[in-house]
């Protein structure tokens, strides 16, 4: 396994860059990073989230039903439709990055929808009733009332998210996306007889970054716990 | 482009739909049975006062929820051959190796997670339950029945039936070994009809129906079983 890492670890971490594009594990991370945070999918849940919890019952039932449809059907599923549908909607031919990332976004948005969901639900309901009670409205209430302590609750999910979306990425390689996956394939077809090492350092690139992520989230959990605990 | 979905009852096109839907049900369903067998080894050995025995389970467990499944798969697929015995192999190889090989890793991967869900089931009722279930005179099947499960089940049950849903939408990351379930189908009968609207379209309701079948049985047990009130 070291002998794999030693003789690939470079292609592992960032593919054939600088001379081709990024790959390996960097890429696996921009993809992730922007798939779930940076502005594209976290909007996209808020207003999933907000769509649900509120009143505008169209709206909700819109919603509702992308949740419910996103949360249904695999990754790999979704990807399809993105290599399909997306050139005939724009009409030029799109990057596999690209498609790759927008179905990433769609995907994701349906889970962070349901956690952004369940922080506002987490709040008491006197919250909004008091902000509401002292003249804000419903969009200042959000604003400075409710959304402010329900985002703080959820970080630890979100980071818990993110987990999930590095290990979600893991099945672009399929439509030629350059990550870690498909660069422990390609080192796999060069090496042909050392399978069981190549994947394993494939496996333990996850595992450590993962197990990482996750423990932070953890650590998250117990520090904002303990902040609601403390008395006023 | 003209959408027609009759195109997918055609002679050529339903076999292949049904068996690719076939197959991973099958997938699904032995590596629902395999996890759920391991998970319960896995639980009880946590229970075994042995340090090195439950630091093993600890590292089993968190190589299972922190390393992507189909790497998983992969790891099995292309690498345990090289280090399982020749008699087990040639066995494997007999059958349908794509298959057992991704049964295997979708199990392993699902019994992680089934046995942390057991886990904390069984962490909400308190010991003293099982004494105070004893001392009114239940045997210790009685108490295990009558007062330790219907607590443990409302809390492990709801969890359980999420990473199902969870399990039955990995079962498609199958194809990237080869096996011939539904998303494997789903890209073979585009390439041979080029028809990709319907044949997506198909697919995609058939993942989503079976797992709206999955989310409404955690909703109902929810609702008919809803976690103890703490007094």
């Given at each position: 396994?070291?002998?794999?890492?030693?003789?690939?670890?470079?292609m592992?971490?960032v593919?054939?860059?600088p001379?081709?594009?990024?790959?390996?594990?960097?890429?696996?991370?921009?993809?992730?990073?922007?798939?779930l945070?940076?502005?594209?999918?976290?909007?996209?849940a808020?207003?999933?989230?907000?769509?649900?919890?509120?009143?505008?019952r169209?709206?909700k039932m819109?919603?509702?039903?992308?949740?419910?449809t996103?949360?249904?059907?695999?990754?790999?599923?979704?990807?399809?439709?993105?290599?399909?549908?997306?050139?005939v909607?724009?009409d030029?031919?799109?990057?596999?990055?690209?498609?790759?990332?927008?179905?990433?976004?769609?995907?994701?948005?349906a889970?962070?929808?349901?956690?952004v969901?369940?922080?506002l639900?987490?709040?008491?309901?006197?919250?909004?009733?008091?902000?509401?009670?002292?003249?804000?409205?419903y969009?200042?209430?959000?604003?400075?009332?409710?959304?402010?302590?329900?985002?703080l609750?959820?970080?630890?999910?979100?980071v818990?998210?993110?987990?999930?979306?590095?290990?979600?990425?893991?099945i672009?390689?399929?439509?030629?996306?350059?990550?870690?996956?498909?660069?422990a394939?390609?080192?796999?077809s060069?090496?042909?007889?050392?399978?069981?090492?190549?994947?394993?350092?494939?496996?333990?690139?996850?595992?450590?970054?993962?197990?990482?992520?996750?423990?932070?989230?953890?650590?998250?959990?117990?520090?904002?716990?303990?902040?609601?605990?403390?008395p006023? | 482009?003209?959408?027609?979905?009759?195109?997918l009852?055609?002679?050529?096109v339903?076999?292949?739909?049904?068996?690719?839907?076939?197959?991973?049900?099958?997938?699904?369903?032995?590596?629902?049975?395999l996890?759920?067998l391991?998970?319960?080894?896995?639980v009880?050995?946590r229970?075994?006062p042995?340090r090195?025995?439950?630091w093993?389970v600890?590292?089993?467990?968190?190589y299972?929820?922190?390393?992507?499944?189909?790497?998983?798969?992969?790891?099995?697929?292309?690498g345990?051959?090289?280090?399982?015995?020749?008699d087990?192999?040639?066995?494997?190889?007999?059958?349908?190796?794509?298959f057992?090989?991704?049964?295997?890793?979708?199990a392993?991967?699902?019994?992680?997670?089934?046995?942390?869900?057991?886990?904390?089931?069984?962490?909400?009722?308190?010991?003293?339950?099982?004494?105070a279930?004893?001392?009114?005179?239940?045997?210790?099947?009685?108490?295990?029945?009558?007062?330790?499960?219907?607590?443990?089940?409302?809390?492990?049950?709801?969890?359980?039936?999420?990473r199902?849903?969870?399990?039955?939408?990995?079962?498609?990351?199958?194809?990237?070994?080869?096996?011939?379930?539904?998303?494997?189908?789903?890209?073979?009968?585009e390439?041979?009809?080029?028809?990709?609207?319907?044949?997506f379209?198909?697919?995609?309701?058939?993942?989503?129906?079976?797992?709206?079948?999955?989310?409404?049985?955690?909703?109902w047990?929810n609702?008919?079983f809803p976690?103890?009130?703490?007094?």
């Open positions: 396994m070291l002998d794999i890492l030693h003789e690939y670890g470079l592992f971490l593919g054939t860059w001379v081709g594009p990024l790959g390996g594990f960097a890429n696996t991370l921009v993809l992730a990073g922007l798939g945070g940076l502005g594209l999918s976290f909007p996209l808020m207003l999933l989230a907000l769509a649900r919890t509120g009143s505008i169209w709206l819109l919603a509702t039903v992308w949740v419910y996103f949360r249904g059907i695999p990754l790999v599923m979704v990807v399809f439709w993105a290599y399909f549908l997306l050139p909607m724009i030029t031919t799109v990057p596999a990055f690209a498609t790759a990332l927008a179905a990433i976004v769609v995907y994701e948005s889970f962070l929808a349901e956690i969901r369940a922080g639900d987490g709040l008491p309901k006197g919250q909004m009733e008091a902000a509401r009670s002292i003249g804000l409205s969009a200042q209430a959000m604003k400075s009332v409710i959304l402010p302590q329900a985002l609750n959820i970080i630890p999910s979100l818990s998210q993110f987990v999930s979306t590095i290990k979600a990425t893991s672009v390689y399929i439509i030629g996306v350059q990550e870690i996956t498909f660069s394939q390609q080192i796999n060069i090496e042909m007889t050392r399978a069981l090492s190549v994947f394993l350092v494939l496996a333990a690139f996850y595992f450590v970054a993962c197990l990482e992520l996750s423990q932070f989230a953890r650590w998250l959990e117990a520090r904002i716990r303990a902040r609601q605990l403390r006023a | 482009m003209d959408f027609q979905l009759s195109f009852l055609s002679a050529d339903l076999p292949l739909l049904f068996k690719g839907m076939a197959t991973t049900v099958r997938l699904f369903a032995c590596a629902w049975v996890g759920m391991v998970a319960l080894l896995l009880g050995l229970a075994v042995w090195w025995l439950d093993l600890a590292v089993f467990v968190e299972h929820r922190n390393v992507p499944t189909v790497v998983q798969i992969m790891v099995w697929y292309f345990m051959p090289e280090i399982l015995p020749r087990i192999k040639l066995w494997i190889n007999r059958g349908d190796t794509e057992l090989f991704a049964m295997i890793a979708l392993l991967n699902a019994s992680a997670f089934f046995a942390e869900d057991i886990r904390s089931g069984m962490r909400t009722v308190p010991h003293t339950q099982l004494e279930a004893r001392s009114i005179g239940l045997s210790a099947f009685g108490a295990l029945w009558h007062v330790i499960l219907p607590q443990a089940l409302r809390i492990s049950v709801p969890p359980l039936i999420n199902a849903l969870i399990l039955f939408k990995d079962t498609s990351l199958a194809m990237a070994i080869g096996v011939v379930e539904m998303t494997y189908q789903t890209k073979a009968i390439n041979l009809t080029f028809r990709s609207m319907e044949v379209v198909a697919a995609t309701l058939f993942y989503l129906v079976a797992s709206l079948v999955l989310m409404a049985l955690g909703a047990f609702q008919r976690p103890a009130h703490k007094g």
